[in-house]
């Protein structure tokens, strides 16, 4: 089996290289090739990822190279996991959103925005070469915004599913609460990327006993506290928001905090150098403790879990993913992309039923879905009028002069990315 990693020079990269060598039997790989077209990076990480093999004494060769075509050709899955513009790029999406008064953030806002023009064009692209070069590859998109990015390589009609380690986080937070198997709890889990609730959480499958007013009856102060929201937020809504949902609950309490520190990219910024110095020592064969507050938790767990039912031929496993919405949330199009649980096998995804969103969400879910479709059109098709169409649509912005000013600042912060700009 050959699975090959675009954006492989990533730091996050020996978190996922672990969980192959650690969870081999679920997924056998014979050869893991690392594309990025950063050489040094990808020398440091190339070397460590061989180590962390051979310490675990995985059979499996690693290769790695800049030349896509070549990484990618006879793959039988492709992980995505790019940064386009670099940590650079994510410190000015963090930044001049709020000059403006908004939350500045790479995901979300006006910054997730400036990300997903950036991104698209060239996911796009590489799914492009992935299809001459591997036509029966699966495409697994981690990379962010994993929902807008999804939509786009599905229309284009890639074989592709996109990945986010927010549920199987909240997954592992509940199951330790509990005293449980982490195998063991469902999680209810409903909505778009970056943009979901936990409906219910279930001991033993998707018909088991609904154990969620019990965590918040007896964990509700310490799961508020993880997601930084006050305790009467989860008491007014009965179920447990991504934590993401705080740029939503707490927006103008959140501009302010990220005005009065240093922004996430410059901290990220710092300790991927202290990371790749870490890597560049040839005794090093694990991966360092320093890479968890990287972030991406569990990320290898899921991405194992989910080539592994892809590519296994065995009965469906049932796993959170990023898909096409159908008919699942008759509120939203069809070819929206939702996150929710799903039985996959080696033909995709199928959503399993969920429960339906109150209007508390559904409303919120419909707005920012709405946003999505523009987004997806002026990355897509560029335009400054699409980019300030989709800001006055989104949420988070939603007034005529603030979405202008924004445009105008994401625009000359994104020339270079931005060829119709």
């Not at 996991?81 to 940590?87: A, D, E, H, S, Y």
């Not at 807008?148 to 599913?161: D, E, F």
Request: proline share 6%; net charge negative; glycine share 10%.
């Amino acid at each position: 089996m050959k699975l090959t990693v675009v954006g492989g020079g990533s730091t996050y990269t020996p978190e996922l290289v672990d969980g192959f060598a650690r969870l081999r039997d679920a997924l056998p790989v014979t050869e893991l090739v690392l594309v990025d077209p950063a050489a040094e990076r990808l020398e440091l990480v190339g070397g460590l990822a061989r180590r962390i093999f051979a310490r675990q004494g995985h059979p499996g060769r690693i290769t790695t190279t800049a030349d896509l075509e070549a990484g990618v050709a006879g793959a039988d899955a492709v992980l995505l996991q790019l940064r386009v513009g670099g940590q650079a790029a994510r410190l000015q999406d963090e930044t001049w959103p709020l000059e403006c008064g908004c939350v500045g953030q790479e995901t979300t806002g006006a910054g997730g925005l400036a990300k997903a023009l950036r991104t698209v064009p060239v996911v796009l692209d590489i799914a492009e070469r992935v299809r001459r070069a591997a036509p029966g590859a699966w495409i697994i998109d981690f990379t962010n915004p994993v929902g807008i990015v999804t939509r786009a390589l599905l229309q284009a009609g890639h074989k592709a599913v996109g990945l986010c380690n927010v549920a199987i986080g909240f997954q592992r937070k509940f199951a330790a609460l509990l005293g449980a198997e982490p195998a063991g709890i469902h999680l209810d889990h409903v909505g778009l990327n970056h943009l979901t609730w936990e409906f219910g959480v279930r001991l033993g499958g998707p018909e088991g006993e609904d154990v969620l007013p019990r965590l918040l009856a007896e964990h509700g102060e310490a799961i508020a506290a993880d997601l930084r929201l006050p305790r009467a937020v989860l008491d007014r809504l009965g179920v447990v928001p991504s934590y993401y949902l705080r740029y939503f609950y707490a927006h103008d309490e959140v501009v302010r905090e990220l005005g009065a520190k240093p922004s996430r990219a410059a901290e990220v910024a710092a300790m991927e150098r202290e990371l790749l110095a870490l890597y560049a020592d040839p005794a090093l064969d694990e991966k360092p403790a320093l890479l968890a507050k990287r972030g991406g938790a569990f990320y290898s767990e899921a991405a194992v879990e989910l080539a592994a039912a892809l590519l296994g031929g065995g009965g469906p496993a049932v796993q959170v993913v990023n898909t096409r919405n159908g008919v699942t949330l008759p509120f939203l199009p069809e070819d929206a992309v939702i996150e929710v649980q799903a039985a996959v096998d080696g033909s995709g995804p199928v959503p399993l039923a969920v429960p339906r969103p109150a209007p508390l969400y559904a409303g919120l879910l419909a707005h920012v879905t709405a946003y999505e479709d523009l987004a997806l059109d002026a990355a897509l098709r560029g335009g400054r009028e699409r980019v300030a169409r989709a800001l006055l649509a989104h949420p988070l912005v939603g007034q005529f002069d603030l979405a202008e000013a924004l445009t105008d600042r994401l625009l000359a912060h994104n020339k270079e990315h931005l060829p119709w700009a």
